[in-house]
């Protein structure tokens, strides 16, 4: 099995790479302080932001590769694995680390708005490219963030600074967001984030456990479109079916919890299948191999 490291709150990370521990539930990480680091296949528990000025290449985002540009944000939340598997060698990074425990912003209006932060989904597999003022900003921030810790216990207040700070942020990473949103072809990329948006939020929700999966018909009525226009629109915009679409999606949900450690009965029950082996058919359909096969595979790396 690959090498994961289940990072469970903010400071199993900063242990990693050598960082000091300044809070409990928040960890900020200066790669400039501490590079030379080993590589690490995360596995998130957390929220985090990796701010850096280069990243390392064959970067992993659930089970697809992320593009990371120079001087970018690279957003992971709860649930998420991503990365690159420590291969031995080390690795001279710049820039920073932001990480925060769900139990940080749990009961606060923060922890609402995380939906309204895209960039934090599997979907949205570029990282956000910042502009030279926008670096120095949100540098200055993290640093101004840092400092609080080293200057105050950790209390009440201290944390509401500590959200005030994280709220800023994010509103600066949603900004960046949002900017290179405008820049794409919006007539070619909406229809297929949008049905990719209410994929992710259809098993967020759990309505798997009730409705099993998702079809066609579900994901066209939510998006006002009667099924055939809709499945005439998405493949016009992506040369591929609707059904094909869900199909792959919910592979790749299953990859991710197979890489997790949940056995073959488990994966199928998380995402909706009624019985295993209809699990197993429709992931050798899209992969062309088994989901035992895949283990082995994965084993065997």
């Known amino acids: ?44 528990g957390v929220y985090g932001l990796f701010i850096q000025r280069q990243f390392p290449k ?7 590769s992320i593009e990371a540009s120079d001087a970018s944000i690279i957003a992971v939340a709860p649930g998420q694995l991503g990365g690159a598997e420590d291969n031995g060698e080390e690795l001279s990074l710049s820039g920073w680390a932001l990480l925060w425990s769900t139990e940080l912003i749990a009961g606060t209006d923060l922890e609402k708005q995380m939906r309204n932060y895209p960039f934090f989904s599997y979907f949205y597999t570029e990282s956000l490219r910042m502009e030279p003022e926008e670096w120095l900003h949100i540098t200055q921030l993290l640093k101004m963030m840092r400092q609080e810790l080293a200057a105050h216990a950790d209390t009440p207040v201290l944390r509401d600074v500590l959200l005030g700070y994280l709220r800023l942020l994010l509103e600066y990473c949603k900004r960046i967001y949002q900017r290179q949103l405008s820049q794409e072809n919006n007539d070619t990329t909406d229809i297929l984030k949008r049905f990719h948006a209410l994929l992710e939020q259809y098993f967020l929700d759990g309505k798997q456990n009730l409705l099993g999966l998702p079809t066609v018909a579900y994901c066209a009525s939510e998006m006002a479109y009667s099924p055939h226009y809709f499945g005439n629109l998405f493949q016009k915009a992506t040369g591929t079916t609707a059904i094909g679409y869900i199909h792959t999606y919910v592979v790749n949900l299953a990859k991710s919890l197979l890489m997790q450690g949940h056995n073959i009965s488990e994966t199928s029950r998380l995402l909706g299948f009624e019985f295993p082996h209809h699990f197993t058919r429709l992931f050798k359909n899209k992969t062309g191999i088994t989901p035992s096969a895949f283990l082995g595979k994965k084993a065997g790396h």
Do not use: C, F, W
């Open 58 to 64: 064959n970067l992993s985002y659930g089970t697809q």
């Open 1 to 44: 099995m690959k090498k994961i490291l289940k990072v469970d709150n903010p400071n199993v990370y900063a242990q990693h790479v050598g960082a000091a521990q300044l809070h409990p539930q928040l960890s900020i990480i200066s790669y400039d302080e501490v590079s030379p680091v080993r590589s690490s296949l995360n596995n998130y």
